[in-house]
């Protein structure tokens, strides 16, 4: 007997697929574990979402003083944004020549509606882990099968371009790369960001590159400097991350003809809030607060994987200034022993192609607290 004719009542109407679907995330309410175990949050130190650990921009919180009672009792007057994507435009206008932009609530939104025009039941998408879990999730959810290259474990996890150009073919819908990876933080060279997309061009195949930690990265690094070059090319990026708005929820993304019209057709009105659509073209205005950002991280980041490597952890590969990276202890829960220190981190278990043994570290504010917990003692 099948799951769908073991159930009952209206759940014989839900997909086949996801009724035996288990939906694994890496965001967990981490706050309610420590509350259980008597630790307030002001022992705690948080290392785990992707959040810029410096905030937004001095622009960003000035504007928020001006904020009207109309921007929260009416709609907003720009059904589709054409301000904040005509600020989008003139922001990469070194770079490249924007024409179609698809606004949703944080990038992963944004993935979601572009998902909808490639994948279903029966179709595939290619990437490589470990990477952003939940874009495999929703892969999954819409019925597609996902498969990927794995890093290696010996390499660091360092990304092997030549390896995943050997496995695009045209039995692929769709490729996924997020660079700055998630969640080592590691970047993957532009010329080899246009080999993955000239391979996948060739076989028809649409690639997303999700550049949601992009911001860490300089402009001309983007994949958005070959958006008019390769049609089968979709950059998706946020407000969430280098520009410090994740409560805000605003994502964006960008392509050339003839995907553009496509994308006009899996919008929506109202995507953004009308108060977030405001703040982002503020934070767009303030670039010297991106590299003052960069700066920080770089000097933290380099103390912090310095007194690991000195504790004999695994560090993989990654970029000095993005504001994550994964640290590994063999035969170590560290998750569990980094909560016994009362820091919060990303379990390794929750990305696939990593185990309990690793975690995910967000770069602090400072380094001191978390130096000291590495210090505490070999774990185990």
Known sequence: ?????????????????LLEFERKSYVHDYWREMKRRGVGKEKLLDCSLGENPFGCSPLVRKALKGIERSDVERYSKEVHY?????????????????????????????????????????????GYCPQFTEYI???????????????SKEKIFK??????LDEINGSYDLVYIDNPNNPTGQTIALPDVEEIVRKASKEDVAVILDEAYGEFME???????LVEAYE?????????????????????????????????????????????????????EDEAFLQRCKEKVKRVKARLIAEFNANDYLVAETSPVVPIFVVGKENVDLYREFLRRNVITTPGSDFVGLGADYVRIRTPREEGPLLKAIREGTPG
């Open 82 to 126: 054409s301000q904040l994507k005509e600020r989008i435009a003139e922001y990469w206008s070194e770079v490249t020549s924007v024409k179609h932009v698809l606004l949703g609530g944080g990038s992963m939104h944004v993935l979601e509606r572009i998902n909808l025009l490639f994948l279903g039941k029966g179709r595939k998408v290619l």
């Open 219 to 225: 402009k001309e690094e983007s994949a958005l400097s």
């Open 137 to 151: 999730l929703e892969a999954k959810l819409l019925g597609a099968k996902y498969e990927y290259v794995p890093l």
């Open 232 to 284: 089968n090319l979709v950059v998706v990026r946020s407000f969430s991350k280098g520009f410090g708005l994740p409560g805000l929820r605003v994502g964006y993304a960008v392509c050339g003809d003839p995907l553009g019209g496509f994308l006009d057709k899996v919008d929506v009105p109202f995507s953004v809030n009308s108060i977030a659509a405001l703040l982002a073209q503020k934070a767009l």
């Open 159 to 164: 990304f092997d371009v030549g390896v995943l």
């Open 1 to 17: 007997m099948n799951s769908r004719e073991s159930t009952t009542g209206v759940l014989r109407r839900i997909k086949r697929h």
